[in-house]
């Protein structure tokens, strides 16, 4: 009785809302947009000319991420094998560089030409862009720079305080260049020539810029340089802050990061080396060295751990406290997790490690 009831109900509702529009024809057509609170940058290229349309979802995304309670988690250790994403094409590219951009709902993957190698003419760099929930690729983000370049890049999150982020890049030039990552996407497809169409660009104040680190605790960006040195800038206009002169301290820069405002982490040829910040200088702590040639670390924000890949070492992780104590190793199983461990990012979403394996031409995610 109670179900026929309400299907009654139900029933005289639509029939009353029937009448009203037929009883009003004059009445404005009113237009009802579904969206998703996901941002999908194939969404963004479609509404790109529907600027009111664009409007009202942004503003309705603001409202919802600032209420959201985003819990973020960090890596649990565990090494079990989630998945994994390869370039488009796999016989042609490298996995190099990684980062995940949560505004824009895409995994960036900076890629390059095997061919280089071998000192063989190759392709340029280019970002290939693959979904973050799905993992599908979507895009490539190709620059306007010449064939066998290279570029750099580091991601700026929610920039301009309206949820967009930006990429801090450079390439041969000695500038340094910050480019919106939403122009960027709708761009894809054509060359990007970001050294036009920037946010700001840096003075020329670099011999050869090398990796590229955001600490937006500070509003900086540092930026390795071939002279054995970090070149600090002003993350809002770019503007030339203080060059840091390490000296005979390090070979060479392969990467540097931060676990927080006061403890940095570079690694070069030799181990890694972690420095505490005293005033305006930065003081070496403690250098990790086990005979490897670590290649690239990575801080994680929720543990604080320092998590380091070893280059030749194959299927080689390492993760130790931020003041330097060894906490795990992880030794993979050849041919089957990765080979030659890279760049790393962690997905704080999920808890994943994702790795570029340059070996077997992949990205792994591991939880």
């Known amino acids: 009785m109670q179900n026929h009831m309400d299907t009654a109900h139900d029933r005289m509702k639509f029939n009353n809302t029937h ?80 980062y995940i951009s949560y505004n824009h709902s895409c995994i960036l993957l900076k890629v390059y030409d095997m061919n280089r190698l071998y000192n063989e003419a190759s392709m340029k760099d ?32 929610n920039y301009d305080g309206h949820n967009n982020d930006a990429i801090i890049m450079h390439s041969t030039s000695k500038h340094v260049y910050k480019c919106d990552l939403r122009t960027m996407l709708l761009q894809s497809g054509n060359e990007f020539k970001f050294m036009e169409n920037y946010v700001w660009k840096s003075e020329s104040c670099f011999l050869s810029p090398r990796r590229i680190t955001i600490l937006n605790s500070t509003n900086q960006c540092y930026i390795c340089d071939s002279n054995y040195s970090l070149v600090v800038l002003n993350l809002h206009f ?40 005293k005033d305006d200088s930065w003081v070496k702590m403690k250098t990790i060295n086990n005979g490897h040639r670590y290649h690239s670390i990575l801080c994680d924000s929720i ?12 299927g080689y992780i390492q993760i130790f406290t931020s003041s330097g104590e060894l906490v795990k190793t992880f030794q993979a199983m050849l041919n089957e997790d990765f080979i030659t461990p890279r760049a790393m990012c962690i997905n704080y979403l999920t808890g994943e490690l994702l790795i570029c394996d340059s070996s077997s031409q992949r990205v792994v995610f591991f939880q």
């Open 126 to 157: 280019v970002i290939q862009v693959f979904d973050l929930y799905t993992r599908e690729f979507k895009t490539t983000i190709d620059f306007s720079i010449s064939e066998n370049d290279s570029i750099e890049f580091a991601l700026q999150e």
């Open 303 to 314: 543990s604080h751990h320092i998590i380091i890949s070893n280059q030749l070492a194959a």
């Open 238 to 277: 770019g503007t030339f802050i203080q060059r840091i002169d390490l000296g005979s301290q390090l070979s060479s820069f392969s990467h540097i990061d931060f676990v927080d405002s006061s403890t940095m982490v570079l690694c070069d040829d030799h181990g890694v080396s972690i420095y505490n910040r």
């Open 19 to 98: 009448d009203y529009h037929h009883d009003h024809p004059h009445q404005p057509d009113v237009k009802l947009i579904l969206c998703s609170l996901v941002e999908n940058f194939t969404c963004s290229m479609e509404l790109k000319d529907e600027d009111d349309e664009w409007m009202m979802m942004k503003k309705l995304k603001e409202t919802m991420n600032i209420t959201k309670n985003k819990k973020k988690k960090g890596f649990l250790m565990n090494f079990h094998f989630v998945q994994e994403i390869v370039p488009k094409p796999k016989s042609t590219y490298i996995p190099e560089l990684i």
